[in-house]
C-alpha cells in the first residue's frame, strides 16, 4: 500500500477539492488537470483513450466538466459525458466501457459551494498516490496552455445499466411489504437508489430527493441523519437509508430510529459472512478510524481485522493485497469488492438487507453483535497544517494520555485530507476518562497551534 504522502500539492485523500471558484476549483483549473491527466495516460502508452466523466448535482458540475473534458480533448483523449451519477455508478462504467479513466466532478458530502474532481483507474480503483503525483508533475509544466473553450461533449448515459445492476443483487420483488425511508441528499443518488428499491417492490418515503444545484448535502443525507431518523419512527418503516451528496456513503436507520454507522454496518456484514465460513480471508479491512469493538466481534468469530490509514482507497489497496473482499470506514464508506470496485452507498445498504432477509431478523437485533468501546471525537480547524512531530506540547499530552489509557485505548490525532481541520479520537475502556484525555488534548492543540 503506497503510504499517504504530504508531497500532493492538489490531491488530498479523495481526490482534489475546494471552493468553487477558489485558487483551484475553476474552469481554468479544471481544463489544465484535464490536460495534465492526458499528457499522463500518453506517458503510460494509452492513445485514443476513452475517458467517461460523471458528475453530482452541484451547479458548478457541467461547466467543471466541460472544461475537464476540453482538456482532455486537447491531448487527444476521447471524454464522454455519463451525466448526473453516483462515484460508484462511474467507477462501474469504467469496467463495463472498458475506459482508460473514470472522473467524477463531485464534493462529496461537502456542501454545494465547494467541487471537486476525483479519478479512477481502468479497473474502476481510485489512483494511487504516485499516480497522483505524476499527474500534479504534468500540471506543473508551463507549456499546458490556459486559454479554451467549452466546447459540447458526447453523451453516453449509464443510469440504466446501473439501476439494472443493483436491482439484480436482490430477488426479484424481495423488498414487497418493505417500507423504507430514503435520504439522497439532493445528489446524484436521488436519480439511481429509489428507483431500484420501488424495483425490487419497495414502499420508498424520500428525503433530499429534490435537487437544485445549490442544495446537496444541505442539513440532509449521511452527514445529517436526524431527519431520517424522524421519518422512520413516524412512518413505522423497516429501515432507513441515507447517502452522501455523490453516493459512494451509506448510514442506516433501524425501525427504532437509532441511526448506525460505518462499523455497526461492517460488522453486521462481516460476522454475518464469517459465520458462514463465506467472508473471504477471514478478514475485514478497516482505518484506524474505527472502534475497537469491530475487532473483538470478528475475533471472537475466527476472524481478523486490518486496518489502515484514512482513506476508501487506502482500504481498497489493502483488501486487494490480503485477499478480501469486504472492507471500508465508519464514516460509511463500505466495499464490497465482490460487487463493486469501490465504495457503494447502495450496494452496502442492499447488503444489509439481504442479511435481514436470510435471518428474518431487524435490524435492532443485528447491530447489537458489536458492542462498541467508549469513543469520542473531536475537530479543530486550524490556519495551517504545521507538521505534528513539530508540536511538541501536544505530542508530550498524547503520550501520556496513551500511557494513562493502557493497552485497552488508543488516541489519534490527524489532519483532514481535504479540509483545514485537526482531528481527534480517543478510545478505551471507561468513557469518563475518555472524555477528560480528550479535552486536555484538544486544549493543547488550541494554545500551541494559537487557535482561537
Known sequence: ??????????????????????????????????????????????????????????????????????????????????????????ARAVVTERAALGVVVTASHNSAADNGIKFFGAHGVKLTDADELQIESWLRDEALPTDFQLAPLAARPAIGAYVAAMAALLPPRALAGWRIVLDTAHGATAMTSPLVLRALGAEVIGIGDAPDGMNINADVGSEHPEQLAARVMATGAQLGIAHDGDGDRCVLCDET??????????????????????????????????????????????????RTAVGDRYVIEKMR????????????????????????????????????????????????????????????????????????????????????????????VRYSGTEPKLRFLVEGRDLTQVRAGLDRIVAVARTELEVP
Not at 44 to 73: C, F, K
Not at 265 to 293: D, E, M, P, W
Not at 356 to 369: G, I, N, Y
Request: charged letters at 15%; proline letters at 4%.
Open 321 to 412: 493485497a490480503a485477499g478480501a473482499t469486504l472492507g471500508g470506514e465508519s464514516s460509511g464508506h463500505i466495499i464490497c469488492a465482490d460487487i463493486s470496485p469501490t465504495g457503494d452507498g447502495l450496494v452496502a445498504a442492499l447488503k444489509v438487507i439481504a442479511v435481514m432477509l436470510a435471518t428474518s431478523q431487524p435490524l435492532s437485533e443485528l447491530r447489537k453483535v458489536l458492542k462498541k468501546f467508549p469513543q469520542v471525537s473531536a475537530t479543530l480547524k486550524v490556519r495551517e497544517k504545521r507538521a505534528l512531530n513539530s508540536l511538541t506540547a501536544l505530542a508530550a499530552a498524547i503520550r501520556a494520555l496513551e500511557t494513562e489509557l493502557g493497552a485497552a485505548g488508543r488516541v489519534l
Open 257 to 306: 430510529g437509532s441511526i448506525l454507522d460505518g462499523d455497526e454496518i461492517l460488522t453486521v456484514l462481516a460476522t454475518h459472512a464469517q459465520g458462514k465460513g463465506a467472508l473471504q480471508a477471514n478478514t475485514l479491512v478497516v482505518t484506524v478510524q474505527s472502534n475497537l469493538g469491530v475487532d473483538a466481534a470478528l475475533a471472537a468469530l475466527g476472524g481478523r481485522v486490518l
Open 1 to 90: 500500500m503506497d503510504s499517504p504522502s504530504t508531497v500532493r500539492k492538489f490531491f488530498g485523500t479523495d481526490g482534489v477539492r475546494g471552493p468553487y471558484g477558489g485558487p483551484v476549483i475553476n474552469e481554468r483549473f479544471a481544463y489544465r488537470l484535464g490536460a495534465a491527466a492526458g499528457r499522463w495516460l500518453i506517458s503510460r502508452g494509452t492513445v485514443n483513450a476513452l475517458v467517461v466523466i460523471g458528475r453530482d448535482t452541484r451547479a458548478s458540475g457541467e461547466s467543471l466538466t466541460r472544461a475537464l473534458a476540453a482538456g482532455l480533448s486537447a491531448q487527444g483523449v476521447l471524454p464522454c459525458d455519463l451525466g448526473i451519477l453516483p462515484t460508484p455508478a462511474v
